[in-house]
């Protein structure tokens, strides 16, 4: 039995090295973090692509690829160009002053002249269309600012009868008033041509009363004004 009790012990002191190690292990492990590159990367990957037109040189055709966001030149890629070693030492140097000046307005390199006008004219395409494509999908929400819209204004009661226009409008502009009401009065149906055309001329309710047609003047332009705030 003596003889035991140090072999149990050696044993209870082997582990124990063990026991202290492995938390140390995983220690190590769970402070290990991803690399941030995949999100930079799908960042910087991120715009419109566009590609400009190719240009013949004498040297060989020569195309850009041009990536932007917005108007902005994020990255400029050559899909084709000579195959010469003075084009080769050219290109970096065009694609960064490119990127700095932010448009085709870039000197030449000396010694690649051709490259560089070639490539300036593709890039200006891009840029060009790039332009285009933003004007075009701008182009509804535009249209749909200054599209037709009719208003029609309060009822105002005088003391020749009921007036009330209807005003179309397109965008802020003022296109057409129409008397959905008015006094039966030849007085009324004379100045109400006048009213209209001083409506138009003015683009406000801001007009002249005609004269003989006080009352009915007065409630058009009230009820036009009715119209123009309720448009907004």
């Given amino acids: 039995?003596?003889?035991?009790?140090p072999v149990v012990v050696l044993s209870i002191a082997g582990?124990?090295?063990?026991?202290?190690?492995?938390?140390?292990?995983?220690?190590?492990?769970?402070?290990?973090e991803p690399a941030s590159t995949p999100s930079a990367s799908a960042g910087?990957?991120?715009?419109t692509v566009v590609k400009g037109?190719?240009?013949?040189?004498?040297?060989?055709?020569?195309q850009v690829q041009v990536t932007f966001s917005g108007e902005k030149i994020t990255a400029v890629k050559m899909l084709q160009q000579p195959n010469h070693?003075?084009?080769?030492?050219?290109?970096?140097k065009l694609v960064a002053e490119t990127l700095k000046a932010?448009?085709?307005?870039?000197?030449?390199?000396?010694g690649a002249t051709i490259t560089s006008e070639a490539y300036k004219k593709s890039l200006q395409a891009a840029i060009d269309s790039n332009g285009a494509s933003a004007k075009t999908s701008a182009s509804p929400s535009a249209s749909a600012a200054s599209a037709a819209q009719t208003v029609s204004g309060s009822t105002v009661n005088t003391d020749k009868g009921p007036v009330?226009?209807?005003?179309?409008f397109s965008g802020e502009k003022i296109t057409a008033v129409k008397m959905l009401q008015?006094?039966?009065?030849?007085?009324?149906?004379a100045a109400v041509p006048k009213l209209i055309a001083e409506t138009l001329k003015a683009q406000s309710a801001d007009i002249d009363t005609v004269s003989g047609a006080t009352i009915t003047s007065d409630g058009y332009k009230e009820s036009l004004q009715a119209a123009i705030d309720a448009k907004g």
């Fill in 1 to 5: 039995m003596k003889r035991a009790i």
């Fill in 15 to 32: 582990l124990v090295p063990v026991w202290r190690y492995e938390p140390s292990v995983g220690a190590a492990t769970s402070t290990t």
């Fill in 44 to 47: 910087s990957s991120s715009g």
């Fill in 53 to 62: 037109t190719t240009i013949q040189t004498e040297k060989g055709p020569v």
């Fill in 85 to 92: 070693p003075q084009t080769a030492a050219a290109v970096p």
């Fill in 102 to 110: 932010q448009s085709a307005d870039i000197d030449t390199v000396s």
């Fill in 164 to 168: 009330q226009v209807q005003v179309a």
């Fill in 182 to 189: 008015q006094p039966n009065h030849p007085q009324t149906a």
